[in-house]
């Protein structure tokens, strides 16, 4: 499994109920899986303790065969460049690099950057044009879409995005998604992604809604 979550809790405040209770879960290489749920179930939450950003308050989280639970700071912070791709609400984009090189920084630093991988990314997400700009020149679906291209060109075994799709319309939405599926299938990585969207969660292998602090399988059209 690359990933496998076992009774997961997460509390910010300890006189309240967790905001989550008993999360269990795990992804096969490849697999690609849709988190459902309400505003404020703690989607991003999971998110975040699945990318070592945030530290559980029980269970265990391992990704890879590594309990990231038991990891100190340095080696959370080289499991996420090693294996983690993240495809967050903030882009995170480097001011300072064009968008090409913003595509290739990690792929780069986990020593698996393919120039050819990236020019593919880029052309069928719609950013040939636009290699040599910078991001503040970008419109925030542009810098959406950077960010997706930076995250598939370093090959992830898993690749976590939140509401990845949600500054795009709906027609660039669907290239987006099916580009990221294709990545997943091409080099096996598993794609755990947040949506509000029925329709694209329905395009994935897995649903999971959120609620009340722990996950229930839902039916997928895929
Ligand atoms: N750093 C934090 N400190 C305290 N409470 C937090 C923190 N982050 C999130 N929460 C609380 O945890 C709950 C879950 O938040 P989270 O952002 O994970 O939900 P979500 O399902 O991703 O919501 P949305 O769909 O609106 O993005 C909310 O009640 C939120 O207020």
């Known amino acids: 499994m690359v990933l496998d979550i076992c009774n997961l809790v997460k509390r910010y405040d300890p006189a309240a109920e967790p905001v989550l209770r008993d999360v269990s879960f795990a992804m096969a290489p490849g697999e690609t899986l849709a988190l459902e749920g309400e505003s404020g179930s703690g989607k991003s939450t999971l998110l975040h303790l699945v990318a070592g950003l945030d530290r559980a308050s029980g269970g265990q989280i391992t990704v890879d065969g590594t309990d990231i639970t038991a990891l100190a700071d340095g080696a959370l912070a080289q499991m996420r460049r090693s294996t983690v791709g993240l495809i967050f609400q903030q882009f995170n984009l480097i001011p300072s690099l064009t968008v090409e090189k913003n595509i290739a920084f990690q ?54 995005a939140d509401e990845p799709t949600g500054n795009l319309d709906e027609a660039t939405a669907d290239t987006v998604l099916q580009l990221m599926l294709d990545s997943a299938a091409e080099t096996g990585t598993a794609l755990l992604m947040v949506t509000h969207s029925p329709r694209q969660a329905a395009r994935m292998q897995r649903r999971l809604h959120l609620s009340h602090g722990v996950v229930q399988p839902l039916e997928s059209a895929a």
Do not use: C, M, N
Not at 134 to 140: A, D, I, K, R, V
């Open 107 to 160: 792929a780069r630093l986990a020593g698996r950057f393919d120039p050819d991988w990236a020019a593919h990314l880029a052309e069928t997400i719609g950013l040939a044009d636009h290699l040599q700009s910078y991001p503040e020149t970008l419109s925030g679906g542009q810098q959406q879409r950077v960010a997706i291209a930076r995250a598939l060109a370093a090959k992830p075994r898993l690749l976590l």
